[in-house]
């Protein structure tokens, strides 16, 4: 089992940052990607950031510029540096780990830790 821990939610006002750390640990494997997703109240779970195993990242186009994905291998930790925060940059943000076992990927999340952005 997979074993994901975020930290670094909180409460900011807007134009403020925050940096949230999610640590990997248990049988981890082969790690193929690591990202951040975040959900709002009524509304869907949507990415935010992604960082493959290669260092390549993605990001939704409302984050671009603002959002920051890394990874530090060694400790098996993904950040996500949030600056320029926004009201609508509130929800609850999931750490996600790909790990792939073979020809297939399993899928692990985070509990998820509260971003609230205060206007």
């Known amino acids: 089992q997979v074993q994901l821990v975020e930290s670094g939610g909180g409460l900011v006002q807007a134009g403020g940052s925050l940096r949230l750390s999610c640590a990997a640990s248990g049988s981890i494997g082969s790690i193929s990607a690591m990202g951040w997703y975040r959900q709002a109240l009524g509304k869907q779970r949507e990415l935010v950031a992604r960082?493959?195993?290669?260092?390549?990242?993605n990001y939704a186009d409302s984050v671009k510029g603002r959002f920051t994905i890394s990874r530090d291998n060694a400790k098996n930790t993904a950040y996500l540096q949030m600056n320029s925060l926004k009201p609508e940059d509130t929800g609850v943000y999931y750490c996600?780990?790909?790990?792939?076992?073979?020809?297939?990927?399993?899928?692990?999340w985070g509990q998820g830790t509260q971003v609230t952005i205060s206007s």
């Open positions: 960082i493959t195993s290669g260092g390549v990242t």
């Open positions: 996600n780990l790909d790990r792939r076992v073979g020809p297939s990927i399993s899928t692990y």
